[in-house]
């Protein structure tokens, strides 16, 4: 998972980038970067850790023109610790492109091979970023009809993109000489959002983003989803074209984006990050109902901050106490997307400190929103009863994660997922708690897309069923196999 923003305006871009990506930093905190187009002169900045330590005043003073991209990363293919594989990326020909991507392709070893095989073109890292910009650079070399280059040799670069390309992939580029692209995979499993606002002499200002909240915090109103299989195209002058470049799409946003990755305050897909996590709660709330027996809770707490929408919802159906018996240390990330095992686990004490006076003597539900490895939630546990608790009931507003996650969550192996191979039992005893109530799946469906015009999910992680068809046993043992080693 990462962030991305692109910005197309009549002023200079390179504080409204920094300012973009200090709102996605949620996304992604290994590393992040920023580009900037001034003529045909491009400008990069990347470097490692939080965006606002990162950036020094001579870095922003060098990121001049009116047009430009960021992003902000985790690492789910490659190495969180190799700064060659800190995005954007950059080719030089044709014309000159930098490009950023949200996603995880899943056919990297054929495009490999055709990059070099085919293609002729060589790669510096095992970013699938970087071969994702390749093969866009060569469906365009071997398109351009003469020295112009127009919006349709774009957009049908784009569509013999999408034919070569497997997987989950929002991307947005600078084009020398062009302007700023930006499009979605055929299934949009990873959200990209557009909007516009009024710049100087009434012309548009645009912003493609990851996240809604960009928009809303830069004044911008927010169009719409950029949709599967779509590309825009923005020019420098700030006129938008678009187009659908896919043969075939459906619309199947990644579900673990609205569980846990946004921001509670975004909206992507029409539908609400934090409407639907109040959903997921009443969801919760009903199972826990038939679960447990009256009187076996005394109070419900929330492990902060995305479980709070749903923690509060649950409360309030089930009519148990509300309290807040965990507070969070804010200058210590999210464990969740920390790059190795030991530094998770050591950070979870850092991050969290019970309040030993919600506890005592109590019987406790504490809600959250997933458990992925269960170390969080086992350190929580250990916390819980260290402050006093009676006893400690687990609930989970997202199903049992059983199975790897290939489009974009760093959840490569079934090895490091606690509840594969194991019943809901299992999984309680090995993260210490008293009992455990999971989500269900068709209820977490319907507390996302319940309402909308939205037929369908990735939902992958916990069903092992892949939208886009195309991963094979065979492709998770190899990326199982690759990433433990």
């Known amino acids: 998972m990462c962030g991305i923003v692109g910005h197309v305006s009549t002023g200079p871009v390179n504080q409204q980038i920094y300012d973009s990506l200090l709102l996605l930093q949620h996304r992604g905190q290994d590393s992040s970067g920023i580009a900037t187009a001034d003529g045909e002169t491009f400008h990069l900045v990347k470097t490692k850790g939080h965006v606002r330590e990162a950036y020094r005043t001579r870095d922003m003073r060098n990121l001049t023109g009116n047009i430009g991209l960021g992003h902000v990363r985790y690492a789910t293919a490659g190495s969180a610790n190799n700064v060659d594989e800190v995005q954007p990326f950059y080719v030089n020909a044709p014309y000159g492109i930098i490009l950023v991507h949200n996603g ?47 919006p ?31 499009f979605r995979d055929p299934f949009g499993i990873r959200p990209l959002v557009l909007g516009r606002r009024e710049g100087e002499h009434g012309r548009d200002e645009w912003v493609v983003a990851s996240e809604s909240l960009v928009l809303e915090s830069g004044g911008y109103e927010l169009v719409r989803d950029v949709a599967p299989g779509e590309a825009i195209v923005i020019t420098e002058s700030g006129e938008l074209f678009s187009r ?28 609400s990050v934090y409407e639907s996590r109040l959903r997921m709660g009443r969801k919760l709330a009903e199972k826990a109902r038939r679960e447990l027996t009256a009187g076996d809770i005394d109070v419900l707490m929330p492990i902060p901050d ?67 490895r269960g170390t969080t939630s086992k350190e929580i546990v250990e916390m819980a009863r260290m402050a006093g608790a009676k006893s400690v009931t687990f609930a989970s507003a997202a199903p049992a994660v059983r199975h790897p996650h290939v489009y974009g969550i760093n959840m490569p192996t079934r ?31 319907d507390a996302i897309i319940g309402g909308t015009d ?20 065979e492709y998770l043992a190899w990326l199982e196999a690759n990433r433990t080693s």
């Open 104 to 150: 995880n392709l899943t056919n990297t070893r054929e495009l490999s091979d055709e990059l070099y095989r085919i293609d002729r073109r060589h790669l510096n890292s095992e970013s699938d970023t970087e071969l994702l910009l390749n093969v866009l650079a060569n469906e365009l070399q071997s398109r351009l009809p003469g020295d112009e280059l127009t």
């Open 152 to 182: 349709d040799t774009i957009f049908d670069s784009i569509t013999g993109l999408h034919d070569r390309v497997e997987g989950s992939y929002a991307s947005i580029a600078l084009i020398s000489g062009l302007g700023m692209v930006a």
């Open 244 to 271: 659908q470049c896919a043969a075939s799409t459906r619309l199947a946003p990644c579900s673990f984006e609205y569980v846990y990755l946004a921001r509670p305050d975004s909206v992507m897909n029409g539908i």
């Open 306 to 372: 995305s479980a709070r929408p749903s923690a509060m919802e649950m409360a309030q159906v089930l009519g148990i106490p509300y309290r807040e018996g965990f507070y969070k240390n804010r200058y210590v990330g999210r464990t969740f997307i920390m790059p190795g095992q030991k530094v998770r686990k050591k950070s979870v004490r850092q991050k969290l400190n019970a309040l030993g006076t919600e506890f005592k003597g109590k019987n406790v539900l504490l809600v959250d929103d997933s458990i992925v």
């Open 415 to 445: 090895a490091e997922l606690v509840a594969n191979g194991r019943s809901t039992e299992e999984v309680a005893a090995a993260i210490g708690a008293n009992r455990l109530i999971y989500q269900d799946v068709d209820d977490l469906k």
């Open 454 to 473: 939205i037929t369908e999910l990735d939902l992958s992680c916990f069903t092992g069923e892949y939208v886009t068809g195309t991963v094979t046993a």
